[in-house]
């Protein structure tokens, strides 16, 4: 994507218990290396071989000095208990703890194991020690199992490296009465994630001083471009240039120790009239980016978004979870068509932020004005300062929708739903789609409301679950809900309704 999300750079380090024959765990390291391959994953095999301490040390420093940020640890044998969880602990990175099935019933004496009994006690030995790691579901398999475990740590480790190193950058402070944007910090820095809060006076001064970067002409010349004919306001486009390059800059002059950044600003309702423009489109551009700007500062948004920029690799968005579909629109044009009752349908919306490569290409996917607001600060009237939304419906397909969030009480919770976006016009305005999940009635009832989450969501585009699944897990985040099937009921839900 850009600079702003981590590159993984994996390495893999083997084990073996010195009972065992040292060339069994080796020949099955460069097995497995020979799978991730075949497989088009590129992966560094270190030399040493780990079984006691010491190798442990010469392990780790190997691998770090062939610049891995990311690890397996692989158990070819049993395993030194001790040694194979000091790893994880020096290697300073995500570790993903894997173990070798047994290669033939031909050969179970000298060409015998174990892994599968040493993975009971590498896990115990990491717990003993509060080491966090990753384990697959089933972490034991042949070279084949194993590479496809190391793919779908690529995207986990990609997102656990990107937490560690990232700041959030706020401009607010946040609207008032908007509970989607309560913000309890201290869940942030449980987490590792650093934050700087700012005025939106500060981000205006900023703003004001850019006024004549040699660099808007240019950045306005590839907003026209990217938007095509939908460029209705080729006026507005050096103000928006000009605030894209205010946030660029900011970003690199305040990411401190910091590697990655995203943002939370605020949006409305002074921002249109003080800056000639909503920042919609803006927003839009640095999210396809791998710069997420979550609207009306909202922290844990902002969050969400970088997350699943992580672990896609693509642009991502942030919605709220908006309206009901229609009855009539429903009956038109989802039932008997699609597998999904009205109550497992809904739109998804925001005013103009999400990136112009998941939108639908057609007439109506433009550079537009906020409706809402033109209506509050315009009167109505020809839009002017409301202009900068980015509009149209968005592209169908499959879709995560998610959530990393500060609860009432400040403690971290989560939500994960799958699903996708219907290929049906959603006859609406701003960035909109109409969202399918699978009893989504359910999980807005039992989940959504239950559980206190406000009405905004992050959304990547694809089926991210199984990841987003671990990446939670491995921060600690006690809660992560889900949406449940058919006849596996909420710990709220009346079994008698």
């Known amino acids: 994507m850009n600079q702003n999300v981590p590159e993984v750079v994996l390495g893999v380090i083997a084990v073996s218990r010195d009972c065992f024959v040292l060339s069994l765990s080796e020949n099955r390291r460069s097995a497995l290396v020979s799978a991730c391959g075949n497989k088009g994953i590129s992966i560094y095999e270190a030399k040493t071989t780990v079984e006691n301490e010491r190798d442990a040390l010469r392990a780790v420093e190997e691998v770090k000095a062939a610049g891995c940020n990311a690890l397996i640890v692989f158990l070819g044998n049993f395993g030194p ?22 290669d033939t019933g031909k050969d179970l004496i000298n060409g015998r194991g174990d892994a599968y009994c040493g993975m009971l006690n ?18 034991v398999g042949t070279p084949d199992d194993i590479a496809d475990m190391a793919a779908d740590f690529i995207p986990v480790a990609r997102a656990l490296l990107g937490l560690a190193g990232l700041k959030i950058i706020t401009f607010g402070p946040r609207p008032q009465d908007f509970f989607a944007c309560n913000a309890p910090i201290k869940g ?11 005025s939106e006076l500060d981000l205006l001064v900023s703003f004001k001083a850019h006024k004549d970067d040699s660099r808007i002409a240019g950045t306005a010349k590839d907003m026209a471009e990217e938007l ?12 928006l240039a000009q605030f894209e390059i205010t946030l660029r800059d900011w970003a690199e002059a305040h990411r401190g120790a910091r590697q990655y950044t995203a943002f939370a600003n605020k949006c409305w309702p002074a921002f249109p009239g003080q800056f000639g423009f909503v920042p919609c489109y803006v927003n839009s551009r640095l999210a396809s980016r791998g710069i997420p700007v979550s609207c009306e500062v909202d922290i844990y948004g902002a969050l969400s978004e970088y997350i699943g920029a992580c672990v896609s690799g693509d642009a991502v968005t942030l919605l709220d979870i908006n309206n009901s579909v229609p009855l009539d629109l429903y009956q038109a044009d989802i039932r008997g068509k699609y597998q999904y009752t009205l109550q497992d349908v809904f739109m998804g919306f925001h005013c103009g932020n999400t990136p112009i490569c998941k939108l639908k290409k057609e007439k109506n996917t433009a550079l537009k004005f ?7 600060l315009e009167n109505g009237g020809t839009p002017d300062f409301t202009r900068g939304t980015l509009e149209g419906d968005i592209e169908n397909g499959p879709i995560t929708f998610y959530r990393l969030h500060g609860g009432p009480d400040g403690a971290l919770q989560a939500y994960i739903a799958q699903g996708e976006v219907l290929p049906v016009p959603t006859r609406s305005f701003g960035g909109i789609g109409i969202f399918a999940i699978p009893e989504m009635g359910r999980f807005y009832r039992h989940v959504l409301i239950a559980k206190h989450y406000p009405h905004h969501g992050a959304v990547a585009f694809g089926k ?12 600690g985040i006690p809660d992560i809900a889900y949406n449940r099937p058919k006849g596996i009921l909420y710990c709220t839900e009346n079994p008698f309704a």
Do not use: W
């Not at 208990?81 to 993903?96: D, N, S």
């Not at 896990?123 to 089933?138: T, W």
């Not at 942030?188 to 700012?198: A, F, R, S």
């Not at 306001?233 to 050096?238: M, Q, V, Y």
């Open 81 to 102: 208990e001790t040694p194979e969880t000091l790893i994880a602990r020096r290697f300073h990175g995500p570790v993903m703890y894997a173990a070798a099935a047994e």
């Open 122 to 139: 590498c896990s115990y030995n990491l717990g003993l020690r509060k080491i966090k790691a990753v384990i697959p579901e089933y972490p």
């Open 188 to 198: 942030l820095y449980d987490i590792g994630v650093e934050i700087e809060e700012n």
């Open 228 to 239: 095509g004919g939908g460029n209705q306001f080729p006026d507005l486009l050096p103000k």
């Open 370 to 376: 906020q409706l809402i607001q033109n209506r509050t």
């Open 464 to 475: 991210y679950g199984k990841a987003l699944y671990t990446v939670f897990d491995y921060l």
